[in-house]
């Protein structure tokens, strides 16, 4: 798989106790760890330094259903909370999620990469070309998701993109 992105930063193992933090941050109402999350992320100096060079930061946009189920996008909540504490800009109408699909989690890793594909649009692609943008997402496991946002923000001439996830599979 070709990768669309420049660089992944990541802090975490996708097991155990963050494995289980995650999931519960993700699927059990516990919007409030994204505070948890990003503190320990802004503690990190060589992570802000890095962060600061991007001029601006994206999340990985969920579908409207799953939003109103959710009540959230963890991954939404986390890029705010990174912007606000590291002013940098956030960019919140550019990537679009148009299709409702399997969860991702319930896939193995080649239906994941065809459950993805098509399935993000770029609205007001001038805000975001020749910027080199932060993707946030809450969990790279194959990398599908980020990927296929990624390739979506080539396609509208960004010069660079870091993917930061809380933890990698």
Do not use: W
Request: with cysteine; charged share 30%.
């Amino acid at each position: 798989m070709e990768n669309y992105f420049d660089k992944h930063i990541y802090f975490f193992k996708y097991e155990a106790n963050i494995r289980k933090l995650i999931l519960n941050y993700k699927f059990n109402e516990k919007s409030y760890l994204y505070k948890t999350f990003t503190n320990f992320m802004i503690k990190n100096e060589n992570f802000c330094r890095i962060i600061e060079s991007y001029d601006i930061i994206i999340s990985v946009p969920i579908s409207k259903k799953r939003n109103k189920e959710r009540g959230y996008n963890q991954s939404f909540l986390i890029a705010k909370e990174i912007s606000k504490q590291l002013n940098i800009k956030i960019v919140n109408d550019c990537l679009y999620k148009n299709k409702n699909i399997i969860e991702q989690s319930k896939l193995g890793k080649e239906e994941r990469k065809e459950n993805i594909q098509g399935v993000y649009s770029i609205l007001n692609s001038e805000k975001i070309k020749n910027k080199k943008i932060v993707l946030v997402d809450d969990i790279f496991t194959t990398g599908s998701t980020a990927n296929e946002c990624c390739k979506m923000l080539r396609e509208a001439d960004v010069k660079e993109i870091a993917v930061l996830t809380i933890a990698k599979d």
